[in-house]
């Protein structure tokens, strides 16, 4: 690949949507972001984000492709399929893209794209199997084995965030209870925060605050210092995050779990006890085999690193289903 070739990331959100052009380098040569405005046709979204990316480059010939990460995105059909958070029911990306660059369009979900975004640029950048976990409002996941990742036949495999982890649990927004992304996530985070509150005697320091304000920014802070609520809430995010990476070890034997988003930037709060539980739990051929470290990625450019490393993933593969050029 030679190095002055250029990718369009695009990263679609329930509010906003961040888009820019990449190299092979994993430079970020150009950002914006724009409201999605999902109660208007995706096609305008579209129309908006190339108005801007036509007055950038000097030719369409020089852009190798368009990535686009989004909830429920299906990599085989280049589609949206009645995603969380957007107000629409289905997208035919692919179509819809052609109406404004002849590029080659990948597209998959936000998970997937980091983990590749990873792979390409940030701390598995000499690893071939690894499972990437954001940790947002929910919990995503993009697995990788052998170096490419894990689709599935209907191009939605890599849910971990949907994984039972304690049954008849907490309500899902899936509609299930016990899904993992209910206890290991920012919104769960909180809920076990209060769950606790209401079963403890010792004092907090956010017990004065109304519920409505609390974050999981707000347990953190009160983490570091010494907030004995705070300390067993992210001790039993840990628990269950451990647990849920012992699990899947079994399944894929990564070589690490890679963790992205906002409640990773606790650090060692989440992760050291997280390693600890997996390991408490893990099958013992793979006991001291598989770390839980942080991304390494630019948190302000990951989105739009991962989804234009979809572009240079699938470059030279002229028989990739999902390399849709209408």
């Known amino acids: 690949m030679i190095k002055n070739e250029i990718a369009l990331g695009i990263d679609i959100g329930g509010t906003n949507t961040a888009f820019g052009l990449v190299n092979s380098e994993g430079k ?16 305008n979204l579209f129309y908006r984000i190339f108005e801007v990316i036509n007055s950038k480059m000097d030719s369409e010939e020089s852009l190798s492709g368009i990535g686009i990460g989004a909830p429920n995105a299906n990599y085989y059909k280049g589609t949206i399929e009645n995603p969380p958070n957007l107000k629409w029911e289905f997208v035919n990306v692919a179509e819809t ?50 170096g490419e990742l894990v689709y599935g036949h209907d191009g939605f495999a890599g849910e971990m965030g949907h994984t039972i ?27 076990t925060y209060f769950y606790l509150l209401s079963k403890t005697m010792n004092k907090s320091s956010l017990k004065a605050k109304p519920r409505s304000e609390i974050t999981a920014k707000d347990i953190y802070e009160a983490a570091l210092k010494d907030d004995p609520v705070a300390l067993e809430s992210f001790d039993i995010t840990a628990k269950y995050l451990g647990m849920a990476c012992a699990d899947a070890v079994g399944y894929f034997s990564p070589e ?3 963790l992205f988003g906002g409640l990773a930037g606790a650090g060692d ?12 739990n893990i099958m013992n051929i793979f006991k001291g085999k598989v770390e839980i470290i942080l991304s390494e990625l630019n948190s302000g450019d990951a989105a739009i690193l991962g989804a234009a490393a979809l572009v240079f993933h699938n470059a030279g593969n002229k028989t990739t289903e999902a390399a849709v050029n209408i």
Not at 29 to 42: C, G, Q, R
Not at 123 to 144: H, Q, V, Y
Not at 269 to 280: G, H
């Open 28 to 43: 970020c040569l150009f950002k914006k972001s724009v409201s999605t405005k999902s109660d208007e046709p995706a096609e």
């Open 97 to 146: 893209v052609s109406n404004f660059s002849s590029a080659p369009v990948f597209v998959t979900n936000d998970a997937n794209a980091a983990a590749l975004g990873e792979m390409k640029f940030g701390a598995a950048r000499n690893m071939k199997n690894f499972i990437e976990i954001t940790l947002g409002t929910g919990l995503g996941s993009g697995i990788i084995v052998n």
């Open 165 to 191: 982890i304690e049954r008849n649990g907490r309500e899902c927004g899936c509609g299930r209870k016990g899904c993992l992304e209910t206890y290991v996530s920012a919104t769960g985070i909180v809920r």
């Open 256 to 258: 690490a779990f890679i």
């Open 269 to 280: 709060l989440l992760t050291v006890p997280a390693k600890r539980y997996m390991e408490e």
